[in-house]
């Protein structure tokens, strides 16, 4: 059963660091695009982060570049997302996604296997 589990959320102040991990079974990420979802409160989920396998694409939005690392785990099944100098705009529920497709590239990929969001609160 093809399942993803995040955690590694909590509450953290500004300028602090936190290392999500999302651990997947049911599926090899070694081949498929990965990602990280980000959902503030009252928003919608905007993707952050995405690695692929196939052609070894990176992306960052604007709002974590320099910030946020993406990673994936060596033969541990497992994502990882590091965040460091956190601001009250990264509060929210965090999401990992994976899609298993041969294609490049994964900004535009349909991510389709999702994990149940760890929730990061940056605060005074």
């Known amino acids: 059963q093809l399942q993803l589990v995040e955690s590694g959320g909590g509450s953290v102040q500004p300028g602090g660091s936190l290392s999500l991990s999302c651990a997947a079974s049911?599926?090899?990420?070694?081949?498929?695009?990965i990602a990280w979802f980000h959902r503030a409160p009252g928003k919608g989920r905007d993707g952050i982060a995405c690695?692929?396998?196939?052609?070894?694409?990176?992306y960052y939005s604007e709002s974590v570049k320099g910030r946020f690392t993406i990673s994936r785990g060596v033969a541990n099944n497992t994502m990882y997302l590091q965040m460091r100098n956190l601001t009250p705009e990264d509060t929210g529920v965090y999401y990992c996604?994976?899609?298993?497709?041969?294609?490049?590239?994964?900004?535009?990929?349909?991510?389709?296997?999702w994990g149940r969001g760890t929730q990061v609160t940056v605060s005074t």
């Open positions: 690695h692929s396998s196939i052609d070894g694409t990176i």
């Open positions: 996604a994976v899609y298993r497709g041969h294609e490049p590239g994964c900004v535009m990929a349909p991510y389709t296997s």
């Open positions: 049911g599926l090899d990420l070694d081949y498929s695009a």
